[in-house]
């Protein structure tokens, strides 16, 4: 079935609770739109990443961690 204008539902969004049609919205407004979706995208992105090297600073610290005991078990061992 080939879209119609007339089936083709009309692009909104919601600011401030209230939806706006976009094709209402003036040109400025469209771009300061668009500046906001593309923020929170990189927001998204860079909260991701962050996630990644919490874990692996996470990871680094307890391997840091194991090899000062397994230093400490070796000494201990050649104490003996």
């Given amino acids: 079935m080939e879209e119609t204008p ?9 600011i401030n609770g209230e939806e706006h049609k976009v094709s ?3 040109q400025e407004q469209v ?3 668009n500046q906001i979706l593309d ?16 874990a692996s600073r996470g990871s ?11 230093k400490e078990e070796q000494e201990a061992v050649n104490e003996d």
């Fill in 6 to 14: 007339e089936t083709k539902k009309e692009q909104t969004v919601l």
């Fill in 24 to 26: 209402d919205l003036s």
């Fill in 31 to 33: 771009y300061m739109l």
């Fill in 39 to 54: 923020l929170e995208n990189k927001i998204k992105q860079v909260t991701f990443n962050l996630d990644q090297l919490n």
């Fill in 60 to 70: 680094f610290l307890s391997q840091l961690n194991a090899s000062f005991e397994n």
